[in-house]
């Protein structure tokens, strides 16, 4: 069964039952509160609360779309099997209309009539301390299907929502097919708050999604979504650019394939993001959509090419979804123009930052103790000049340079030179900031301060600095004065924190530090600097990272009575601005040495 057949076939089976067929919206959503729509049901929000009468939009309470979506959540998966950051969503909606009974048994009916798919097992909301069980869905799932084996998962895995920081929510049913979890039905039942509390919702609503390129993977018998007829042309584009080229990579195949799937999607989402508008920059939506191209153009790097091919795969993928979505011829040139410029930038950056280490001397890291380290502390400033010519953000300036100096005398920065470097860097971006701010200001005749904006990343990373700031004293609480900071690394979807500690945490105690940074969070605590003699500094308690590296007068980072650290990064300015913290993995690091890695949830 092609793609275009399973679309038809959906449209079709839910249009027969009473659904009005709604073209996909955009990617970038009208809320505010989203940068992308990342759901089926992103458009239908204002629905689902009772704000907008379907029957008056669209002359029925039942709907049907196939919704273009944009997940960067995912982007550390593409590559497995069945993750992307572009995948299209088949989804059925009802305002107040049909509920839990219905919506079963259309998916079901849909799954294993239409498409004579077997269901593996199900999966339903299990209910916490706050939420009770869905045991309405279990019912019906016995009703339906005596022998179906039916699983039970909590908050994580079944229940929704909200998008954003406040919208409809509810418990979910999961179904498996081969493995994998390809449809997820949603019932809003509950309001959430900003504040996180939950109401019932008096419209009940039916929000469900699944993934085509999983379906397809099914359908078409296939081992994994790059498979498919969605992207085999562009595949085999890759494959056949590969063969031309002598390779120089040592990749093993397992590598390769990776390399080769992260191409296809960051390219197909690139296209898909250039024709609904967004262009690249060091804001936003720019920003994360010229992190797509150029992680793109590392791999590419990776597999061995010099001269880029990946305009060439822009072809293949117009090709598949033209005719499907009129942005994409309407806008081809454009969307090549800009592809081209932002590889082109990346390898005029790229090439300057080779300059900059040719001229510096390095270290091994044994040698970091007795070395002064004048020489490449001064580096995060021609950094900082990097980023604001070429938008390099220093995460990805270290990346690229341990990538471009392999094989060279010295091949990768030391965790010790890397601190130095990025808190150098930040210096310079603080000061470029209030540099900006004062701009604004003046430009603006004082009103002008809200005008500033840092980019998405960029203030993703300040809230995760702060926050480790808040897990390290935390940590500091709840196991022992004996933990210390021994590394510490942040990109814009987590922080990593090592830290000094001789065993395995325990689940209580991971529960209960997460819980005490919430409250932290929670309390509002104001953070704040002030400049002090180091010695001092120590003396009274405060917290220090490498002792060799600060000079006598130290900045200190106070987060209300919590935490005190020498410091002198970015950081939020009060505990508010984070969201949810959450440990999501405990790990060792080496002998001693525990790593923690937490994320703040986020809209997306
Ligand atoms: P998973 O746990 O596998 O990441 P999910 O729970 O995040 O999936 P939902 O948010 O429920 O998925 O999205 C609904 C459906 O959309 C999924 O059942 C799946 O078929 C599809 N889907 C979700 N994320 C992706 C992705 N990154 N790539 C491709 N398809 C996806
Ligand atoms: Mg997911």
Known sequence: MTHQEIREKFLEFFEKRGHKIIPSSSLIPDDPSVLFTTAGMQQFK??????????????????ISIQKCFRTSDIESVGDETHLTFFEMLGNFS?????????????????????NLQIDYVSVFEGDEKIPADEESEKIWKKIDGNLKIKKAGKEDNFWGPTGKEGPCGPTVEFYVDGIEIWNLVFNQYYCKSDKTLTPLDIQGVDTGMG???LAMVLQNKKNIFETDLFAPLVAQIKSQ?????????????????????????????????????????????????????????????????????????????????????????????????????????EKGSKELLKIFDKVEFFTENEIETRDFSDYSR????????????????????????????????????????????????????????????GAEKKFGGHGINDYRLSTTDCQVIKLHTATHLLQAALRQVLG?????????????????????????????????????????????EVKIEEMDYKEAIKSGVLAFFKEKYPERVKVRSIGNFSREVCGGPHVKNTSELNEFKIIKEESSSSGVRRIKAILNQEL
Request: net charge positive.
């Open 95 to 115: 305002f107040g209309g049909y509920f839990k009974e219905k919506a079963i048994q259309y998916a079901h009916e849909f799954i294993t009539k239409e498409l």
């Open 242 to 346: 590969i063969s031309k080229v002598k390779t120089t990579t040592q990749n093993s195949k397992i590598d390769e394939d990776k390399s080769i799937r992260i191409i296809a999607d960051h390219i197909k989402a690139s296209v898909f993001l250039l024709a609904d508008g967004i262009v690249p920059s060091n804001l936003d939506k720019g920003y994360i959509l010229r992190r797509l191209i150029r992680r793109a153009v590392r791999h590419e790097k990776l597999l061995g090419f010099e001269n880029n091919f990946i305009l060439s795969i822009a072809e293949p993928i117009i090709e598949i979804y033209g005719n499907l979505y009129p942005e994409l011829e309407k806008n081809k040139k454009n969307i090549f123009e800009e592809l081209k410029k932002e590889i082109i930038k990346f």
């Open 212 to 214: 085509l390129e999983r």
């Open 46 to 63: 204002l629905y689902f609360v009772g704000a907008k009468n379907p029957f008056k939009d669209f002359g029925s309470q039942n709907t």
């Open 379 to 438: 580096l995060g400033k021609k950094f900082f000049d990097i980023f604001s010519t070429y938008g390099f953000p220093i995460e990805l300036s270290i990346e690229e340079i341990n990538k471009l100096r392999k094989g060279l005398s010295w091949e990768k920065l030391s965790k010790s030179q890397e601190e130095l470097i990025k808190q150098e860097f930040n210096e310079e971006f603080k000061k470029h900031q209030e540099i900006s701010r004062a």
């Open 481 to 525: 004065k004996e933990v210390r900071q021994m590394g510490s690394d942040i990109n814009e979807e987590r922080l990593r924190f090592d830290f000094s500690f001789g065993r395995k945490m325990t689940k209580e105690e991971i529960k209960i530090t997460e819980d005490l940074v919430n409250q932290k969070i929670k309390e509002k605590l």
